[in-house]
Structures are given as C-alpha cells and as structure tokens.
RNA sequence: GCCGGGGUGGCGGAAUAGGUAGACGCGCUGGAUUCAGGAUCCAGUGGAGAUACCUCCGUGCGGGUUCAAGUCCCGCCCCCGGCACCA
C-alpha cells in the first residue's frame, strides 16, 4: 500500500498552483465579488498558532467562495513598521529594514509550506515607501482639511519605547507592547480628529451589529461613551468671567453645593493668582501627576485645594465654593463640574472629607432621605424637591425641563459629550513612516508638496545604544527647505503610530501597484472586505481606526463606501497546558517526567499542572508551527486547528488531538487509492440513480445530507468544526456499507465514485494538497481548488421512512421506523399496541396525543 | 460597581425552529493482528442499579411556563472578557 508521503504531496500541489498562478484574482465586473481578509501580520520572526489559526480559516472561507462561483480576492501583506525591529538592531547590530525584510522573506515562505491561497502579486509591505507615500499623502490631506492639526497635551509616555503612546495602547497603567509602567509628559504632537466622526463611528454600529460580534460592538459604544447632559455657567466674581461646568444630572442642579475645577484648568490658575494660591496650586498640580496612576484607576483618595473663591450658582444666586480637585479631568468635558453630594458618589466623599454641606434635591418613592444620616450618594431617579419650581418634578422629567430654563436664561445650554479623544498619532521613533511636515522659521508649519512624496525614511544609519531614535541627529534629513518660501526649515523628526499603515492597507490590496492611491474601478469593485477574520485584541485600536480612515477617505473622495469590513469573526487564541516546577518556574513538557517530576538535573519535585494558557514562549508552552508541519503535514495541522473549537472560542492545542487528525487523513487517502483503478474510467449521472439498489439507497441520501450540511456550515455559518465532524460522520457510514459494496456491479461503482468524489470536493478547502491528489487519482485533471462545489439534490434529501419517537408523559418509551406517509390516527393506533409503549398505557386514560410530524408521538395520560 | 459572553460525559465540543441530550474527535476498556512494541482494524464507553430484557437519575443551583425545557421566564451561584472617579 502506498504510504501517505504528505510533504512531497504538498510541496508538489504548491509548485503547480504557483506555475498555473490559480489564486490570482482579477477585477471583474460581469462576476460576483467576495474579499476575504485576515489580519496581516507583523513580521516578528516566525509565525506562531495564532496565525496559523487565523490564516486557515479565512483560506478556508476563500476556498469555499471560490468553488462556489465567486470571484475572490484573497490577499496577504506585511504591517512592517515597529519597535521591534528597532530592539532588534539594538541587542543584534542588524539594521531594523534588513531585520524587517529578512523575516518577511522566512515568514512567506513557512505561509506557502501551509498551502493557502494568496494572491501573492497583491503582497504588500507597509515599510515601502511605495506604499507609505499614500500616507504621507492622506495626512496632508486631512491636514488641509482641519482634520490633522498639533497641540501640547499631557501625553502617556512608556520610559522603556522612549515613545509616546495613545490611549488606546495603555492597558492597565502599562505600555501595551512592553508593560514598563507609563507616565505622563507634557508633549508637542500630531493628532487625527477622530473625534469629529464621533457620532458616525457610534451610530453605524446599529447596522453593524447585525454582522460583527457583539462584545466588538459593545467594546467600541463604551469606547465611544457618549454622554448627554448640560453645561451650565456659573459666574465667579473674583475674576468677572463664566465658569463652564459639564453635567448629565441637570436635574440636581438645586442640590450643587460646591464647584471642582481640574487643576489643569487655566481658570484655577487664574483664581489661584488673585488670591495669592499660585504657589500651593502649583504643589497641587505636581502632586496630581505624580498621583495620576492611582487616580486614573480611581485608587486615591480625594483630594482638593480651596481655592477661597465662590461661584454664584446660576438660579439660586447662592456662592458655592471653589475647589481644585484631584478626580477632576481636564480633557473631558469642561474640565470642571458642580458638586453634588447627595447624589453623587465622588462628590459625596469629597463633601465628607472637606464637611461641605450634603443638600438633598431628589426623594425616592416612600423613603425620606436625610443629609445627616446619608451614607452614600442616592444616584438613582426620584421626586426632585426643593428645587424651587421644580419641585414634586420626577427627576427624569427635571433634567430635560431644567436644561431648558437654563437655555431661556442664557446661563446653560444641551451638550453631547463623547469619552472618545482624538487620536495622537506623533511617535518619537526611527522604524516608521515619517511625518510629512516642515518646520519653517518663516512661514510656521508647512506641509511637505505633494510631488516630493514619500517623505523617504533614511536607511543609513546607526541605531544608538539608548534605544532613541535617530532621525533627530541626521541633519541631511532634517534640514531641508521650506516648501512655501525655499528657505532653510527643519523636518519633523517623529514618524506615525503604525497603526496608521494598518487602517487603510485593505483599500491598497485592491491595487497595490497603482501609481495614485486608489485605481476607482478596482476599489469601487473589491470594497468592502466582505469576511475580515482576526484577534479580538484589535476589537477597539485597529477597527476603530481603520473604520474613522474610511470615513475620512470616503469625505477625501476616495471611497464610495462607509464602513471597510462586513462581516466580522474574532477568532479565538490557540492556548495549551502549562507546568510549573515549583523550584525552575514554567517548564517544558519534555521537563516533565511520566510521573509528573521535574526532569532538570537534580530537582524532581512534583510538578503543578497549570491551566490552559496563551501560547509563550515564557510560559512554555508553545508549538511550533514549522515541527508540526514537518511531522504531520500541513492538511493535517489545517484540519485540526478548524475542527477541534468553533473559530471564535479559544482552542486548546492537543498532541493527541492532531494524532486524530493525522490519522483521518491516512484513512481517507488508504481508502480513495484502494479504488482509484477500479473507478478511474467510471462517470455517473444524476438519473441513472433512480435505479439504484434499494440498500444503498441510505447511503447515497447520505450523502446529499451530508454535503448540504457541509455547504451552509462551511460558507453560511463559518462552523468548519461541524462541517468536518459531518463528514468524518459520513465516512464512517460510507465505510460501513462497503461490506454491501459488489464492485462488479456498475451502479454500485458508480455510487462508490460519486461518494468519494464528493467527499474529496468537500475537505477540499480544509485540505486542499490532498485533495488535489486524490482528485488526480480519480481521474481528474482539472484542480480541484477551481472545480464547483459539490450540489446536493433535493429529491435525495428526503426520507420515505423515519425514526418516530414514542414518548409516554414526556419520557422516551420506544422508537418505530414508519413511512411518512402516515396519518397520525393509524400511528396512534398502530403504537398503541406495541409492547414497549402497552405497558405504559395499561389500565391509564389517554387525556391527549402530541403528534409532531416527522418528529415523535407523545401520549399524555 | 457597570456592560457583555459563558457554565453540557474523563477531555475538546455537537444539539441551527421548544421535540430522542452527548454528533464528531480525543482518551479509556476489551478483542484481533504482531516475536514484541508501535501502527492498524473491530467492539464498548454519561452516571447508578440489574448485566437478559430493563429501570431510575442526568445539561451550574432553586423555582416556574409547557404534553415536552440544555433551549423560554423569574431568582441565585460560579467562570471568562471589556470598561471603570468620564461628572
């Protein structure tokens, strides 16, 4: 028998399709579309589970659409711009572009050894300036627009990048890349007015909730976080100016008891002054930096400085007095707020520790609340009381009307506010694309023009051992002329966040080559990505901007479209069990003995079997990809991974598991090759079945169940883990009826090959090196990646006969085969007088029968 | 605290429309083959009791609706993820 030589199958498969170039894709208008996209990746090295993961099943889907008729656009590039390639110069002395383009090169290739279906013309790295000049051309564009523009903010600073982050790369206090605790600096940079699209990015999420996963959405409202409320002006005599505050409880407007400013806020500084605070103020505002992680994640305590100013409240004409606080943030809202203690926590405390009075404005129905004995903010709706002729109002009534009166006096006005902040896009590093701006002594700002496009990122240097970057240093690069006034001005030295090459690289898949941005009858055709699968990691940063770069492209003129991506699936992480030596810390499987004993020299304590973790290297407990490629074949590590979870749960990675798939590979090409030469000549068609013999009848309705359940899991519902387990189910019974099978009857050969046909045509898209192969074995000599998926036929679908259920109350009593053409009364009756079901019935009343068609009988007695 | 998602055999997971819970795979048990191991093949495999038929229990817990609930409703517990002084 002839071994399953898998890597010289699939080597031999990957040659072909790359010689008869099958998976390029060419616009065209007279064919349907489908653009599948998976996330690229960055070039770290090698590629991991993960990517795998990710990468199978968005081949997977393609391979689907294809044999379904679809033109589709499958495409694969590098997001190549990043720290890491800047660490790696640093601790290897390799320059950051060859590091880059080294890894590229290794990475395409372990992607070709796993046999999916890129159209590798469309391959992308976002570290050419070929692609990066486009950039460079948007933000200028925006620029023009009012839509880029530069201020000094306090900015998230991680020590250890020496860069710059935006908020979104802050998780939990700590730079999203390395962890090294952030701080915050006071910094010139760019900023994108994400916040202009505020409303657009929340309101399309209506429609994309119909497509998208529901925490990505849930995720990106909270991201959003709007706000509606009022700001409301109260008057501070001291300096004769308005103060601004922002609430979204107007209702307790009458229950405002003092007023907190953010210290930032240039308001307090004025205040401070006048009453000669400057100097406590000051120790005020450095004490609230260095604090600020604590009060970020709500651990300070509050804290305040009295300003010994008051604020006259808007209606009552009370003076309220005026604090600096601690939680008061300067980039929401106004920067400052009235203070409620009754009915709001943080104010509460704050009243507690500095005993401002606690005023009650709103009762909840049948309890009377007293300022004396409150032990929290009551923060819930209720009766508003006195607040002047508001009073006896339900709150919810009272925000509205109050905002109202506000509005009519002059003193306040609706606001909508949004925790969304606009996008901070400087970075002070050297692997990335520059920003295209000029500084000139002359003429201010200017952009770069637009034929000096790309800004080119210069390749001859010398990374530094601090890790800084070196643009700043290189004065070929940064002197430069102005390109309004021909005089000397200096480049900017920053270059972007790099998730600014990722929001826009699905457009330039449609064509890379083009000399302008977009070619419009490419992108107008391909756009938008129709299936987009990767981590739920990007569920905010990367989605988020690539659909505000939609936006803003399509206002550019760009883009027809709103939104980039359909349909979304974030699949979920490849995690394995870990072991922890309670001597060494993590360790490998290989260090752990049968028994479950450290296997490092001379330790032998027992090993902590660990929960099922995120593959890390750390951790130890990663696969590689290329060792299991090796052992099992690439078919085999794709049909694991897309049958052991569904693709949006995490997958536990298991030795055994693949041994599982392994082996039905070797079953299904054992069991095609054993027929191969008996079938090679044999063609059926559909008609010549209705004479076929009546036991193999199940088989072949089988058959078609089995491809229309593999058709909508595999193209309609993306549950591939279902799909493969139907036909594996399938195989297991085709492999029963062989023992019925008389290979000198032709109907039965005919069946055979039908049989296996369709099953090679099914796995195909899991597996498609084989199934090549054993499409060439079955006499073909088309590729199978390019044939039509199998049909099913309808007639063969259904049964004349099925398995009816007896229940007696409710409890499962007996099964009957019986024809479906009959009634319920001669069921009934028929039933009834079955042994299995008679001693239920003996000596009962039968008060009703459930008949469900198809389905079961149920006697209630 | 708020907002999502989830809890099904020894394990990963099926059950798409309220209708046989446990498909498919792993593991395990027994058998065949083999000098032996591996590989392969066959049979069994939710639990308890009877081991012939069969009976009872069973989808996190407690109630409810229904002829019928993993699925719907109410209350609770636990796990995972996100957000969290955003006024």
Known sequence: MKKYDFSTIEKKWQELWEKHQVFEAKTDPSKPKYYVLEMFPYPSGRIHMGHVRNYTLGDILARVKRMKGYNVLHPMGWDAFGLPAENAALKHGVHPAKWTYDNIAYMKNQLKKLGFSYDWRRELATCDPGYYKFEQRFFIEMYEKGLAYRKTSLVNWCSSCHTVLANEQVEDGGCWRCGTEVTYKEMEGWFLRITAYAEELLKELDELEKYWPERVIVMQRNWIGKSEGAEIKFFLPEIGEDLIVYTTRPDTLYGATFISLSSEHPLAQRLAEKKGLSQALAEFIDKVRKERREIETGMAEKEGLFLESYAIHPLTGEKLPVYVANFVLMEYGTGAIMCVPAHDQRDFEFAKK???????????????????????????????????????????????????????????????????????????????????????????????????????????????????????????????????????????????????????????????????????????????????????????????????????????????????????????????????????????????????????????????????????????????????????????????????????????????????????????????????????????????????????????????????????????????NTGIAAIMEFLNLFQDYLKEIDLNDMMHKKLIKECLKKVVLLISPVCPHLAEELWQELGKKTFISCERFPDYEEAWLVDETYMLVVQVNGKVRDQVEVSVEATPEELEAMIKERQKVKKYLEGKQIKNVVFVPKKLINFVV
């Open 354 to 720: 500095y005993n401002l009075p606690i005023k009650i404005v709103i009762q909840p129905e049948g309890i009377n609340l007293n300022p004396e004995d409150l032990e929290e903010a009551y923060e819930k709706p209720g009766i508003m009381v006195n607040s002047g002729p508001f009073t006896g109002l339900p709150s919810i009534e009272g925000k509205s009307k109050i905002t109202a009166y506000l509005e009519e006096k002059g003193v306040g006005r609706k606001k909508i506010t949004y925790r969304l902040r606009d996008w901070g896009v400087s970075r002070q590093r050297y692997w990335g694309c520059p920003i295209p701006m000029v500084y000139c002594d002359k003429c201010g700002i200017v952009p770069e023009k637009l034929e000096n496009l790309p800004v080119v990122l210069p390749t001859d240097v010398q990374i530094d051992f601090t890790g800084r970057s070196p643009l700043p240093l290189l004065s070929d690069f940064v002197n430069t002329t102005c390109p309004k006034c021909g005089g000397p001005a200096k480049r900017e030295t920053d270059t972007f966040d790099t998730f600014m090459e990722s929001s826009w690289y699905f457009a330039r898949f449609a064509c890379p080559d083009y000399p302008e941005p977009f070619n419009p009858e490419d992108i107008h055709y391909w756009l938008p990505v129709d299936q987009y699968i990767g981590g739920i990691e990007h569920a905010i940063l990367h989605l988020l901007y690539a659909r505000f770069f939609t936006k803003v492209l399509r206002d550019l003129g760009y883009f027809k479209i709103n939104e980039p991506f359909k349909n979304l699936l974030t699949q979920g992480m490849v995690i394995k069990e870990t072991y922890k030596c309670p001597v060494h810390g993590w360790v490998y499987p290989e260090e752990v003995s049968p028994e479950g004993r450290c296997l490092k020299t001379g330790c032998g304590q027992e090993i902590i079997v660990g929960k099922f973790e995120k593959m890390s290297k750390s951790k130890c407990n990663v696969v590689d990809p290329d060792v299991m490629i090796k052992k099992y074949g690439a078919d085999t590590v794709r049909l694991f991974i897309s049958f052991a979870a569904p693709p949006e749960k995490d997958l536990e990675w298991s030795d055994h598991g693949i041994e599982g798939a392994y082996r039905f590979l070797k079953r299904l090409y054992h069991l095609v090759l054993e027929y191969t030469e008996a079938l090679k000549e044999i063609e059926y068609s559909s008609e010549e079945f209705k004479n076929l013999d009546p036991k193999l009848v199940p088989l072949r309705k089988k058959l078609h169940k089995t491809v229309k359940k593999v058709s909508e899991d595999f193209e309609k519902r993306l549950r591939f």
